[in-house]
C-alpha cells in the first residue's frame, strides 16, 4: 500500500530550489536568452505545458508586445499597441 509520501514510478521528483527563468526584452541575443531558459527549465524539470507559460512570462517590452500581438490575432481581437 502507497503512503501519502510514496511516489509513483511515473512522478519524477523536482528540485528543492527551482532556478528562476531569464527575462528577455530583445536588448540581448536571443540564442543566450534560449541556453539560458533551456538550462532553467531542464534543472526544474518542466513539463511542455510549464516551458511554454514560463515562456510566455519571461518575454518583455517588444518581445512581449509580439506576443500579445499574436494573442490577438488568434482570437480575432484587435491589437492598438505598438510593433
Known sequence: M???DTKSPNQ???PKHLIKPPNYDRT?????FLVRFQNCSA???WTEDEQLVHLQNSLEKEAGQR???LHCCS???AF???L
Request: hydrophobic content about 30%.
Open 75 to 77: 482570437f480575432g481581437l
Open 28 to 32: 540581448s541575443l536571443f540564442e543566450t
Open 80 to 82: 492598438e499597441g505598438k
Open 2 to 4: 502507497n503512503g501519502p
Open 12 to 14: 519524477t521528483e523536482r
Open 43 to 45: 534543472y526544474n524539470r
Open 67 to 69: 506576443l500579445v500581438f
